[in-house]
């Protein structure tokens, strides 16, 4: 068996598919396992864990479109030429972990008749193709805003079909007896509003010196060497090591896989971390999700920050201080177990409404108690409109043709999405958003056949918004969310 494993992303999100990779050979000892990457990002590639690293050279592919007279022929025939030696692989499986438009219309063109696809692809009309749970809840629920809690590492594994072990996560890792007492600190991220200013970096930076005896280290890529120098300026007896822009990949592993303790936002240092079981203080700002791109190695924390402003430069070298000698936390909102554990809370709040929602529908758990009246309301709502769409598509049925039908259902969708707008009823955004995407999910059928799956997608939702409806809470009988495999996702109350 041949599988190829499509990974377009940048460096973080290449070391959070390690486990998978592992994962992968480990179930699959006697599959040929490939990866597909971007060449810009190939020092991230795990070589031991697969059989052929595959470079997409994006720049040779787009060049000919940015330049003065672009040659949209030009491109395309080198996509197209890269498509053919994809294709004669014959791959049995491509498993697309990149999420992407761009990734979808590359993987349709790459998989045959015969190939077994997870993740994003097209279907012959053109149309985005989700042909698997994962990708449909990824597509539906995740992302900066929305109320998800399951790590991007975790649904990497979701999609591939593989359940990840400790085992899948140790990869370089000194025993912590054997590290050394440096101090890492990754001062820049992918852009720059996911980490602190130079400013507060420079009072962090000052605060470690004074309390640490062993050496403070910057590391960063040479894009950052000019934000690095700012905060190296430091006055004082000692100064920090400053080898942003100084060192290679593969050196910035073994940095971290030897150092007490990583400090940084969201970034590659941080997932690599993950990886080498080192502990990592996550300053993590609004534009990231840390439930989903936060470090998953053992001690780390999560210091969550509504903005800069809100955390003082004190607080930042407490709670390392209070890390480094195994003390408790200072000021951290997330404790992490390991790996393959989930985030404790250390002040616990309750959890937001909507994910609450989204474990009843995703995960069997018992929905929660409506938060308002307004949103019993919503529901009732959301029930009219549906139910109208389900009496059109009943006419639908006997009248294939009828126009007027088919403008009354799109008028529901777009009712729908009003519906779950912020100054209405947001709490509902999460079973639109999964009704959406199971519609999306339809593929090209004859009219018959489509009428028959949308009624089947609308039936669903229905069984869903009963919950609430019939019995004004979370209390209901069973209701079975199908994602358009033979198993369906039961909706235990």
């Known amino acids: 068996m041949k599988i190829l494993v499509v990974q377009l992303a940048r460096l973080g999100d290449i070391y959070q598919t390690w486990p998978t990779l592992h994962a992968l050979q480990r179930q699959n000892p006697s599959a040929e396992l490939h990866l597909l990457t971007r060449g810009t990002f190939a020092a991230a590639v795990p070589h031991d864990l697969i059989d052929r690293h595959i470079a997409l050279d994006t720049r040779d592919v787009l060049a000919p479109l940015i330049d003065e007279k672009p040659a949209i022929d030009t491109s395309l025939e080198k996509l197209d030429g890269f498509c053919d030696q994809m294709r004669a692989e014959n791959y049995h499986r491509i498993i697309n972990l990149s999420f992407s438009a761009f990734s979808s219309y590359l993987v349709s063109q790459i998989e045959s008749s015969t190939t077994t696809v997870s993740g994003y692809s097209r279907f012959n009309d053109g149309y985005l193709r989700i042909p698997d749970d994962g990708s449909a809840y990824f597509y539906a629920q995740v992302g900066v805003g929305r109320p998800n809690r399951l790590h991007i590492s975790d649904l990497f594994a979701y999609v591939a079909g ?71 300026a430091v006055s004082g007896e000692r100064r920090p090591v400053n080898l942003v822009g100084e060192t290679s990949l593969a050196e910035v592993f073994t940095m971290v896989s030897e150092a007490r303790l990583l400090i940084g936002g969201d970034s590659a240092p941080v997932q690599i971390a993950s990886l080498t079981g080192t502990p990592v203080l996550n300053v993590s700002l609004p534009i990231v999700s840390f439930w989903e791109t936060g470090p998953r190695s053992k001690g780390s924390r999560i210091l969550a920050v509504s903005a800069e402003e809100t955390v003082s430069a004190e607080e930042i070298v407490a709670e390392s201080l209070a890390m480094l000698t195994g003390q408790a936390t200072t000021a951290a909102t997330v404790r992490v177990l390991g790996p393959t554990l989930p985030y404790v809370e250390m002040r616990p709040q309750p959890r937001a409404f909507e994910w609450e929602v989204i474990r009843g529908m995703y995960m069997g758990e018992k929905f929660p108690e409506p938060p308002s009246d307004l949103f019993l309301l919503g529901m009732k709502r959301l029930l009219d409109v549906n139910l109208l769409a389900m ?51 339809i593929g090209p059928m004859s009219i018959d056949q489509l009428i028959e799956a949308t009624h089947i997608v609308h039936q669903r939702l229905h069984d869903v918004i009963n919950i609430y409806v019939n019995s004004g809470g979370g209390e209901s009988e069973q209701a079975v969310v199908d994602g358009g495999d033979d198993d369906g996702v039961i909706l235990d109350k």
Request: hydrophobic share 45%.
């Open 391 to 441: 009496e059109q598509l009943e006419v639908l049925r006997k009248n294939p043709q009828n126009k007027t039908a088919s403008t009354i259902i799109d008028r529901a969708d777009e009712l729908m999405e009003q519906i779950i707008q912020p100054q209405m009823v947001p709490e509902a955004a999460p079973v639109v958003q999964w009704f959406r995407t199971e519609r999306l999910r």
């Open 162 to 232: 593989v359940e990840l072990t400790a085992e899948d996560w140790e990869f370089g890792r000194s025993p912590s007896q054997d590290r050394a007492p440096a101090i890492l600190i990754h001062i820049g991220a992918s852009d720059l509003s996911k980490t602190l200013s130079s400013g507060k970096w420079l009072q962090v930076v000052k605060g470690l010196l004074s309390a640490w005896s062993g050496e403070v280290v910057l590391i960063g890529s040479a894009a950052e060497r000019e934000f690095a120098a700012q905060i190296a």
